[in-house]
């Protein structure tokens, strides 16, 4: 029992000098905050995909009936993209915003569906979130939620 | 255009089997303002109760056997079975999705199986390709007025934009693609412009304020949500060149939607279309009890339909929105008193 106890108290003292080597190391090598370069590369990155996305959520090549998403959903609005995943009548189950999207293009819009994890739906899904930013989230909650409001120009700095 | 729309009109009143009850109630403004029976039918406070009919925003696409065109159908469908049957139809603009003569066409073909004349104005979705060519050829004039059972109707091209393509040099058909965007944000804010509005002042001149008076715009006579053109630029002086009317009733298209408002003397109404409903925009709405609930897109009739307008003698109108499903709240859902 003694020995055993001895190792304990090695065990615990090495983790000791260890944990702290580690919070010694990390304090020397803690990432210093993001540079503005960083930040406008990464948000340049962001606002490239919703760009991208909502040209396509105004383009009729989704579609094999002439009909965008943008004709039911201008702005991006009554897509409560902040509300998913959620049950949802038409696809009879919990899903996913990507799922709704491609309910849409297969169903009302005839097209056909795009990969889950394409450029493609993440730029749409990227384009309709944007549309929401700062709107509450709330779940379960039986009306349309309305997007951003919108003064003039695109809605979102576009170049 | 005036001989082509009244020969259109008594064509089709004909058809209707009821030409001696109808004739003459689309006589031309012009005969009005130099008082030739018009202004005398319309300077009556009291009015002789009718039914009238709308529908609007088909959106109709140059595809074969398109969901739209069957909406279209079933809705004028819908009005020929009105009981009473109503005494004319207007139609508020967006026939067509892309401007195309085709479009038109096909909605014209459709529209002509009501069994009552109708009337009809400009959206920017049947404009914007060709200048509005193909839609006068089929139709005549943008803007009209005439005098039914005591009521002075008008009806305006609401959708006029300033020149954005010449300087862009874009083609007609990017033109139109840019319009067909409800959130276009480099097409201008849209408006009747100044001669349809030295036209309306013209028109009114000699109707006495107490004639009812009904106009119908494509886009409201009010700011809802510009962003979408949920609004007309010079509504405001339209508001005032009908300021001096005791009452007037103002029915849109446009918002695919029900919604209401009131300015004035002006009441405005949104109508429904038998394309796609819109969801409501991100503003306070002042008569928010006056709205239908969200539609299932999974139900491609939800939130659509037409209209019947009853007018009672002292120019009460019950405004019924004719939603094929069931999605208004019970304070409008047998229609609302205007």
Redesign the interface.
């Known amino acids: 029992m003694k020995k055993v106890r001895n190792m304990s108290f090695a065990a615990v003292t090495s983790v000791i000098v260890v944990s702290g080597a580690l919070i010694i190391t990390s304090m020397a090598q803690a990432k210093p905050p993001r540079s503005e370069t960083q930040i406008a590369q990464e948000r340049a990155a962001l606002m490239t995909a919703v760009a991208k996305g909502d040209d396509l959520w105004h383009s009729a090549k989704l579609g094999n009936n002439g009909l965008a998403c943008a004709n039911c959903h201008p702005d991006g609005s009554a897509t409560n993209v902040h509300t998913w995943p959620k049950f949802q009548t038409n696809l009879g189950k919990v899903g996913t915003l990507r799922e709704m999207i491609n309910w849409c293009i297969a169903v009302p819009m005839q097209g056909r569906i795009l990969e889950y994890d394409s450029e493609e739906m993440i730029a749409m899904e990227a384009y309709a979130t944007f549309t929401h930013r700062g709107v509450a989230i709330a779940p379960a909650k039986d009306e349309q939620h309305g997007a951003v409001p919108v003064k003039s120009g695109p809605g979102y700095p576009r170049h | 255009m005036k001989k082509i729309s009244r020969r259109q009109f008594l064509g089709m009143t004909t058809k209707a089997g009821a030409a001696t009850v109808f004739a003459g109630i689309f006589a031309p403004s012009a005969s009005s303002m130099l008082g030739l029976g018009g202004v005398a039918e319309a300077a009556t406070k009291k009015i002789k109760p009718f039914t009238f009919a709308v529908l609007t925003d088909a959106h109709l696409?140059d595809?074969a056997d398109?969901?739209f065109d069957h909406i279209l159908e079933k809705a004028v469908s819908d009005v020929n079975s009105i009981k009473p049957r109503p005494d004319f139809v207007l139609y508020a603009g967006d026939l067509g999705?892309?401007g195309k003569k085709d479009e038109l066409i096909k909605g014209k073909k459709i529209l002509d199986k009501l069994k009552m004349p109708y009337k009809i104005i400009p959206g920017e979705h049947d404009y914007y390709l060709d200048m509005g060519q193909a839609w006068r050829g089929l139709f005549g004039d943008e803007h009209w007025s005439f005098n039914h059972n005591g009521v002075h109707f008008i009806g305006m091209n609401s959708i006029l934009v300033p020149d954005f393509w010449t300087l862009k040099g874009l083609t007609p058909k990017e033109r139109m693609g840019m319009m067909e965007?409800?959130?276009c944000?480099n097409c201008g804010a849209w408006g009747v412009g100044e001669k349809q509005l030295d036209w309306l002042a013209r028109d009114v001149r000699n109707v006495s304020p107490d004639t009812p008076v009904i106009i119908m715009t494509h886009s409201p006579l009010w700011d809802y949500y510009?962003?979408?053109n949920f609004q007309t630029y010079d509504a405001p002086q339209i508001r005032e060149t009908l300021r001096k009317f005791d009452k007037v009733i103002a029915i849109h298209g446009h918002v695919h939607q029900v919604v209401y408002n009131e300015i004035d003397n002006i009441r405005s109404c949104g109508l429904l279309s038998t394309?796609?409903?819109?969801?409501?925009?991100?503003?306070e709405l002042e008569y928010s009890h006056i709205k239908q609930r969200?539609a299932?897109?999974?139900d491609?009739e939800d939130g659509l339909g037409g209209h019947d307008i009853a007018l009672n003698a002292d120019f009460d109108a019950i405004v019924h929105w004719r939603e094929f499903s069931d999605l208004l709240p019970d304070n409008i859902k047998k229609g609302l008193k205007v």
């Open positions: 696409y595809i398109h969901k999705q892309s965007e409800l959130e944000h510009p962003r979408w394309s796609w409903p819109w969801p409501y925009p991100p503003v969200r299932d897109p999974g491609f």
